[in-house]
């Protein structure tokens, strides 16, 4: 078992930049391959970026090119660079692993892009 804490999101303006952290209570580096999901009001929970335990990451076309994914292993936390964001970018923000264990979810954190 794990726990995941996010952090890091809020109100920020169209093109403006955010970085998530997503703390864990034991050793990420254990636990393999860690993602950032996101699930905006009314839709499903999608997968945005994983990185594997050596470092090889994977974006959905969404997000290529702005976001950027990153882990600590010695600090156990797990983060998301986003820069450029768009409106259609609000959501709530969650990490897990990759694949998901429906046991690590916490409570994400809300990211809004908004004028």
């Known amino acids: 078992q794990v726990q995941l804490v996010e952090s890091g999101g809020g109100l920020v303006q169209p093109g403006g930049s955010l970085t998530l952290s997503c703390a864990a209570s034991?050793?990420?580096?254990?636990?393999?391959?860690m993602a950032w999901y996101r699930q905006a009001p009314g839709k499903q929970r999608d997968l945005v970026a994983h990185?594997?335990?050596?470092?090889?990451?994977n974006y959905a076309d969404s997000v290529k090119g702005r976001f950027a994914i990153s882990r600590d292993n010695a600090k156990n936390t797990l983060y998301l660079q986003m820069n450029s964001l768009k409106p259609e970018d609000t959501a709530v923000y969650y990490c897990?692993?990759?694949?998901?264990?429906?046991?690590?979810w916490g409570q994400g954190t809300q990211v809004t892009v908004s004028s």
């Open positions: 897990n692993s990759m694949p998901f264990l429906s046991d690590y």
């Open positions: 034991r050793s990420i580096f254990s636990i393999g391959a």
């Open positions: 990185i594997t335990s050596g470092g090889s990451t």
